[in-house]
């Protein structure tokens, strides 16, 4: 079965600094992995995902993660935080192609918080 | 574009009513849908998946229930809701290429 590990419940970050948000997965095939963003009391969005090829993704909002298979990682990181980045991130490992596609278990979220 | 509307944004509701939630998705075809819960300070929990019309898979054993009588639409639904029920209830859709979710904006459910 597949599951998802964020190990860090808060990271608090001053503006300006930089940030790395860590996802380790558990999955038996190669990886849909992705990663969330939620603003308080609104729905996900996606920052990023990785399917294959390069193993440095780039997303929006100025966010990129690496792929790891050595390391089963997936981490989010960000050069320059902005106050506004301020929010929970969720990793998600998906279940690939078919009748499952979409169908993805999410890690239990990283709130982050930004100091100005 | 494609766009995910849920209603209604925020539900009080005592303890024993029914609830029904909905959920529809426009601008694409043969979506599969998604209901989770998110409990407050936690991650999502996958209720219930749909990949057609009257297809529901349930994930976790609960007081709810799913129907899906049209290709994009998807309804939550409790005949008698209990306190635990109360959170945060995002719909999902993705596609069979895509393979990301795109989600709603919510439905915030307190059961008093």
């Known amino acids: 079965a597949q599951s998802v590990t964020q190990p860090d419940i808060h990271i608090t970050v001053s503006e300006g600094a930089s940030l790395e948000l860590r996802c380790n997965y558990s999955y038996g095939a190669t990886p849909y992995l992705f990663w969330y963003v939620q603003s308080p009391g609104q729905g996900l969005q996606l920052l990023l995902k990785?399917?294959?090829?390069?193993?440095l993704v780039q997303g929006i909002k100025g966010f990129e993660a690496e792929f790891k298979r050595s390391q089963s990682s997936f981490n989010l990181r960000k050069p320059s935080v902005h106050w506004s980045d301020a929010a929970e991130y969720f990793c998600?490992?998906?279940?690939?192609?078919?009748?499952?596609?979409?169908?993805?278990?999410f890690g239990d979220g990283t709130t982050l918080t930004v100091k100005p | 574009s494609q766009t995910i509307h849920q209603w209604p944004a925020t539900l009080v509701q005592p303890v024993g009513s029914p609830l029904s939630l909905e959920c529809t998705v426009e601008?694409?075809?043969?979506?599969?849908l998604y209901w989770y819960r998110q409990a407050a300070g936690r991650g999502l929990q996958l209720l219930f998946y749909?990949?057609?019309?009257?297809?529901i898979s349930s994930e976790v054993p609960q007081n709810l229930s799913a129907s899906r009588p049209q290709d994009r639409q998807f309804i939550l639904s409790s005949k008698k809701l209990l306190l635990s029920d109360s959170g945060f209830y995002l719909c999902a859709w993705s596609g069979l290429a895509a393979n990301e979710q795109f989600f709603g904006p919510g439905t915030r459910l307190t059961v008093l």
């Open positions: 749909s990949v057609g019309i009257g297809q």
């Open positions: 998600a490992v998906g279940a690939g192609r078919g009748t499952n596609a979409g169908k993805s278990t």
């Open positions: 601008g694409t075809s043969n979506p599969n």
């Open positions: 990785y399917f294959s090829g390069d193993t």
